[in-house]
């Protein structure tokens, strides 16, 4: 499967801030995805990055809030902006490896004081 | 919308086997998942299975699915130390977007 490096791994961010998160993959893949873990939930789906064209966002989720690029076929960013606590989460991106499903990168955990 | 559920907390002995159960509403559900979520880290894909299979065996892992009570369980064999982390099932009807449970988190002890 595919390996994903994420970083930073966590951060402690003042609010109003913003914070960029990297995503890079060992191979070249079509969708990029990224999801949001709150304390003690589950996973859910920010927004889809495709190369070339505009991320696609999950209901709840707006660009200006979580703006995203794609520049290349093994890159990605997210960015939380203007942080505040509610934005206290893991971070996590995944990409889907045919056949196998999804592997994930081992997650930000970011916290907003 | 689709939904999954798990039990939150599953707590047993060092050497005994561990029962997970998940419950998922999508009936067209195609694929299910089992991911392993160890402190501080993100995913870890264990086993998967499609939706026209009743069982699947991976070493200490077996799992069982009933489509028809749409319910899903993950056993592990001679329970270690180092199988205590959050599990959480996950099921997509073929698409890119995949439904998590709210993850069940395993104690295991010595």
């Known amino acids: 499967s595919a390996v994903i490096s994420q970083k930073p791994s966590r951060d402690i961010c003042q609010r109003g801030t913003s914070l960029t998160i990297q995503c890079q993959v060992d191979s070249q893949v079509t969708m990029m995805f990224w999801y949001r873990q709150q304390p003690g939930q589950s996973l859910t789906l920010i927004a889809t990055a495709n190369q070339g064209s505009e991320a696609t966002y999950e209901s709840g989720f707006v660009i200006d809030k979580f703006p995203i690029s794609r520049p290349n076929l093994t890159f990605s960013t997210l960015t939380v902006s203007n942080m505040s606590p509610e934005d206290s989460s893991i971070y996590l991106c995944s990409v889907e490896v045919q056949n196998y499903g999804y592997t994930f990168g081992s997650g930000t955990r970011l916290t907003v004081v | 919308g689709e939904d999954v559920e798990q039990s939150l907390f599953l707590s047993v002995r060092e050497g005994d086997s561990s029962v997970i159960n998940c419950t998922y509403t999508?009936?067209?559900?195609?694929?299910l998942y089992w991911y392993k979520q160890e402190p501080g880290a993100g995913l870890q894909l264990l086993t998967y299975?499609?939706?026209?299979?009743d069982m699947k065996q991976d070493q200490r892992l077996t799992v069982l699915l009933n489509k028809k009570d749409k319910h899903l369980s993950l056993r592990i064999a001679d329970t270690q130390t180092g199988d205590s982390a959050i599990y959480f099932c996950a099921e997509t009807s073929g698409t890119y977007k995949y439904i998590f449970g709210t993850g069940t988190r395993l104690k295991v002890l010595a």
């Open positions: 999508d009936s067209s559900s195609t694929y």
């Open positions: 299975i499609f939706s026209n299979m």
